[in-house]
């Protein structure tokens, strides 16, 4: 049961709610002792964020030939299915709500290879995120090319071999062959790019065929 709720109050790690409907009921059926909390972001979105959503929103559209309003809003209804929102507007919505939609349209963008005006990079709110799902789906943060993995944890140079090393925690990002050579040759490229290494788990060693047995 999912119910929404006022704060009254916050001392200390003790907080005061007050729920918006009576629920006394369930609490003693399920014998309720602990509830999960999400906190709503007060702060609406912001212009930057909705510009940002409506370009992608043109992108999809193009690509896909249906109309832009059609686009937006059978996107925005799989985004609230999948997150099990009630619904999103795109005038009112929280800040947060519209990093996790610009997010999902970013991702959205990279797995089907939906070509943009602009680097998804630029476009996308979590650069953590980012940098997993161009991993997961084998595009270069940079450019939005089919990449491949560039490690930034030294493997070779510590003694490792890359066929034999368990590669779960090492740093990485997907890089197309143009800017995976210019990141061997410059120090600086993941500074002057802005990009943001992850460390590999197990789901993305798996996929990319990365060893994660030790050796």
Known sequence: MTVTAHILSYDDGELLLRTDEPVSREILQKNAQSVEIRLVDGREITADQ???VFATIRDIS???GHDPEYIRSFLT?????????DALSLSDCTVTDAKEFLDYLVEFCLKWD???REPLSARSGDAG??????IEHRK????????EIH???TVGANGGNRERINHVGLLALCLCRVHHTEAHTDPRFIEKNHLVPIKLDEYLCKINNLNIKKE
Do not use: I, L, N, Q
């Not at 995120?129 to 161009?134: G, L």
């Open 151 to 153: 490690h930034v944890d």
């Open 114 to 116: 939906v070509p943009t």
């Open 140 to 147: 270069c943060c940079v450019c939005g090319r089919d990449g």
């Open 77 to 85: 209804w799989d985004f609230c299915e999948a997150s099990g929102r």
């Open 62 to 64: 193009a690509w896909s």
């Open 50 to 52: 909705r510009k940002a």
């Open 129 to 134: 995120r980012y940098t997993y799902a161009c």
